[in-house]
């Protein structure tokens, strides 16, 4: 199994960002993924979750209504769209698929 996120930097407050997170190694269209983040000195911080036919993302309430989860399932690649960012939101991002997470991408919020 092999995920590979991509897509950080650094924002301006209310800005937009967009992950990708390639996958390989295991059949990616049967599988629910996951995004997740941990921000300096706190746990890990699930955010998002999407099945395996794209249906019903699922939000945390930090930010549900700003980030959207979607697949691509003959690409083989899950996204976070961010939008309205945060200082809050700062943190190394991690796309899952069950306990297996890639190598994480660093968003940092700041003016």
């Known amino acids: 199994v092999q995920l590979v996120e991509s897509g950080g930097g650094l924002v301006q407050p209310g800005g937009s960002l967009r992950f990708s997170c390639a996958a390989s190694g295991f059949t990616f269209s049967v599988y629910t993924m996951n995004w997740v983040r941990q921000a300096p000195g706190k746990a890990l911080e699930w955010i998002s979750s999407l099945n395996s036919g794209g249906k019903d993302p699922k939000y945390a309430e930090s930010v549900k209504g700003r980030f959207t989860i979607y697949r691509d399932n003959a690409k083989n690649t899950v996204y976070l769209q961010m939008r309205n960012l945060k200082p809050e939101d700062t943190a190394v991002y991690y796309c899952?698929?069950?306990?297996?997470r890639g190598q994480g991408t660093q968003v940092t919020v700041s003016s």
């Open positions: 899952m698929k069950g306990g297996i």
